[in-house]
C-alpha cells in the first residue's frame, strides 16, 4: 500500500517584509500561488524508515541525514515507518519552497495513509515558514512568519518559471536588507476575478529581497530581463531567489515564450506552467 503527492513548486508573486521580531524573524506579507509542475513524494508501509532521492536534481540532496522530509515525518505523535521516494524535480534552493512543499507533502502522505492527523499548526511552522503554506497548496495571502494564511481566488496565470541554476541562501538575502519595515500588501480594491486585472494590480507590489538577492546572484537580473525580452507582462523573482517568474496573458504568448527560453539559454531550467486557482490538486 502506498501513498503518492504532488509537492508543487510555491510562487511568491509578491513579498513584502513589514517588520522584524524580537527573536529575529521578519514578518512578511506575501501573496503566494501553486504551480503545476512539482517534486513527486511516495511513500510505503515499511519496517523502518528510509529516503530515496532521484530525479534531475537529486544530486543536490546527496546528503540524507538531516533532509527535511525526515524532520516531518517525527512529527507525527507515533513511530510511523514509511519508505520515502522523492522525486526532485525543482530545483534546491531556488525561492519556490522545494524542501518545504516536500516537507507537507510527506506530512498529508502519512496523514492519508496511516489515517492518523496531522501534525499541530505550531509543529509544523517549526519545519519552517513555508511549510503551512505548502500543506495547503492553494492561493493565500501569507502573512506574519507564516502562520496567518488567508484563503483567496485567483483566476488562471499562464506561467513560465526560470532558473539560471544558481543557488541563493535565505539567510543572507534577509541579512542584507537596509529596511524591515516596508508597507503591508494594500488588498482594498484589488480585482482578482480576470487575468489582466490580476497581472496589473500585482505590477503595483513588490519583492523586497528581489534587489539584495540580485547582488548576490546577478544572474537573476539577467533572467529576468530575458522574460521581459520574450514578452513577459509581469517579471518578478519569487522568494528569496534565484527562480524568477513571468506571467503571460494567455497560453500561446507562454509557450512561446517558454520556447525561446529554452533554446537560447539550453542550461536554464524553464518551466511552463499554469498557477493554480483555489482548486486543490493532489
Known amino acids: 500500500m502506498q501513498n503518492s503527492e504532488l509537492a508543487q513548486a510555491k510562487i511568491n508573486l509578491a513579498l513584502h517584509v513589514t517588520g522584524l521580531r524580537?527573536?529575529?524573524?521578519?514578518l512578511l506579507d506575501s501573496i503566494v500561488a501553486f504551480a503545476g509542475c512539482g517534486d513527486r513524494i511516495t511513500l510505503r508501509k515499511a519496517a523502518a524508515s528510509s529516503l530515496n532521492i532521484s530525479g534531475p536534481f537529486a544530486q543536490q540532496l546527496a546528503d540524507?541525514?538531516?533532509?527535511?522530509?525526515?524532520?516531518?515525518?517525527?512529527?507525527?505523535?507515533?513511530?510511523?515507518?514509511?519508505?520515502?521516494?522523492?522525486?526532485?524535480?525543482l530545483p534546491v534552493a531556488a525561492g519556490i519552497g522545494g524542501g518545504s512543499a516536500d516537507a507537507a507533502a510527506v506530512l498529508r502522505a502519512v496523514a492519508r495513509l496511516y489515517g492518523?492527523?496531522?501534525?499541530?499548526?505550531?509543529?509544523?511552522?517549526?519545519?519552517?515558514?513555508?511549510?503551512?503554506?505548502?500543506?495547503?497548496?492553494?492561493?493565500?495571502?501569507?502573512?506574519?512568519?507564516?502562520?496567518?494564511?488567508?484563503?483567496?481566488?485567483?483566476?488562471?496565470?499562464?506561467?513560465?518559471?526560470?532558473?539560471?541554476?544558481?543557488?541563493?541562501?535565505?539567510g543572507p538575502v534577509f541579512d542584507a536588507l537596509e529596511s524591515r519595515t516596508n508597507?503591508?500588501?494594500?488588498m482594498e480594491g484589488a480585482n482578482l476575478s480576470q487575468a489582466r486585472q490580476t497581472i496589473d494590480w500585482l505590477k503595483t507590489l513588490r519583492n523586497d529581497l528581489q534587489s539584495d538577492a540580485i547582488l548576490q546572484a546577478p544572474e537573476i537580473d539577467s533572467v529576468l530581463a530575458a522574460l521581459r525580452e520574450v514578452g513577459a507582462d509581469l517579471a518578478r523573482m519569487s522568494g528569496?531567489?534565484?527562480?524568477?517568474?513571468?506571467?503571460?496573458?494567455?497560453?500561446?504568448?507562454?509557450?512561446?515564450?517558454?520556447?525561446?527560453?529554452?533554446?537560447?539559454?539550453?542550461?536554464?531550467?524553464?518551466?511552463?506552467?499554469?498557477?493554480?486557482?483555489?482548486?486543490?490538486?493532489?
Open 22 to 26: 524580537d527573536d529575529g524573524y521578519h
Open 240 to 282: 528569496s531567489g534565484a527562480t524568477c517568474f513571468g506571467l503571460f496573458e494567455d497560453s500561446a504568448m507562454a509557450e512561446r515564450a517558454a520556447g525561446l527560453l529554452r533554446e537560447k539559454h539550453p542550461h536554464w531550467w524553464v518551466c511552463r506552467t499554469v498557477l493554480q486557482t483555489a482548486r486543490e490538486i493532489t
Open 116 to 170: 492518523v492527523p496531522l501534525p499541530s499548526s505550531e509543529q509544523v511552522l517549526r519545519l519552517g515558514a513555508d511549510v503551512p503554506v505548502c500543506l495547503t497548496q492553494k492561493p493565500v495571502r501569507m502573512q506574519g512568519v507564516g502562520e496567518l494564511l488567508t484563503p483567496i481566488s485567483l483566476p488562471e496565470l499562464h506561467t513560465v518559471l526560470v532558473n539560471p541554476g544558481v543557488a541563493v541562501a535565505t
Open 183 to 186: 508597507p503591508a500588501i494594500p
Open 64 to 89: 540524507t541525514s538531516d533532509n527535511i522530509v525526515l524532520r516531518a515525518l517525527s512529527l507525527f505523535s507515533q513511530d510511523i515507518p514509511v519508505e520515502i521516494d522523492l522525486e526532485k524535480n
